[in-house]
Structures are given as C-alpha cells and as structure tokens.
C-alpha cells in the first residue's frame, strides 16, 4: 500500500512538472489560496476525468456512449456535481468513476462512484517542491475500501487529485478549487 502512494504521488509530481506553463501567480492568488489551505475550508468542482485506459474504456468510447468531446482517457464530467471537500479536520469526496472494479465481494449498484466522508489518516498539506501551491495527501475509509489521495492546489485556483483506491483502478481528475460554501 505504502508503494503504491508513493507511485501515485510521483506520478502526480511528474504530471504537474510536465503541464507547467509559464503562468506566474499574482500575491493576491497565493493569499487567497493560503487562507484556504490555512483555515482547511474548500472545495475542488472536478471538471474532467482521466482513467487509467483500458480495452473496457476504449470499448465504450469506440461505442459513443461517452459525453461529447471526450475520449476514454479524457471524460469530461463538468455537469455532474463532482466534488472533493476539506472542511475543517474532515474530507468529504462524491465524485463519478470511470474504470474498473479489482476486488471482488460486494458490489452496491447505488454507489458505483467514489464517495467517502471522514477523518482522514496520514493527513499532510505541505507547499509545492516546485512553483508555487500545495500538495494534500490523506488516506480515509469508506466500508471495506480504502483510498489513497494526492491533490495538487494552485493559485489559479486550479486543482489536480491523485485516487487510488484498495478495490479499483486509479484516476485522476481536475477540476476547480474554490472556498467551500455551506449551503442551508
């Protein structure tokens, strides 16, 4: 398990170095950001999906039955309410799934994408090696499942999140970060 973090997060790292761009961050966007991370009060709105492809995605992108303008790489899933949420000592995630189940047992029909609400173990927040930003990464329980997260956050308020998961595939999703906003 510890390997496979560890693989994650270096893929993420490398995924970031590779996507960087020459955009510099105003002082405002670093402490707007730098409240978020401080007070742990956010949100990322996943705007894409990235599976890791399989004969079983490129199947059903080959069949057209995914959004326009995806492919099975690449889904974009901007209208489905994804999120991944930090509010407080608490991580709350109801993001959709493209991919493969590799766990046998229980399959629940009801809950087919990656959902999960807790206290997160191994919690860290720590700056970016490189540029400016933060890299969070937890891991947290849901039932029988575990899941193993990075998140990239940038003052662009742009965000990268790294799943794995005990029983699934890996993926990847980006998204928008903003402050979270109770609704009542």
Excluded at 1 to 26: E, H
Excluded at 29 to 53: G, N, S, Y
Excluded at 103 to 118: A, T
């Amino acid at each position: 398990m510890k390997t496979l973090f560890k693989s994650i997060a270096l893929v993420a790292i490398v995924f970031a170095a590779a996507c960087s761009s020459t955009y510099k961050a105003t002082p405002e966007e670093v402490a707007a950001l730098d409240q978020m991370v401080t007070e742990k009060h956010f949100e990322i709105r996943a705007t894409w999906a990235q599976p890791m492809a399989s004969q079983s995605l490129n199947s059903i992108a080959n069949a057209g039955l995914l959004p326009q303008g995806s492919t099975a790489s690449r889904i974009d899933i901007a209208g489905t309410g994804g999120y991944l949420r930090m509010v407080g000592d608490s991580v709350m995630a109801d993001l959709p799934y493209f991919g493969e189940r590799r766990m046998g047992g229980y399959y629940d029909p009801k809950q087919v994408g990656i959902k999960f609400k807790g206290i997160p173990k191994e919690y860290s927040m720590e700056p970016a090696t490189k540029g400016t930003g933060y890299v969070l990464k937890f891991k947290v329980n849901e039932g029988t499942e575990a899941y193993q997260v990075v998140a990239q956050l940038f003052p662009n308020r742009s965000a990268r999140i790294a799943m794995s998961s005990s029983h699934r595939t890996n993926i990847w999703y980006q998204g928008n970060l903003s402050p979270y906003e109770e609704k009542e």
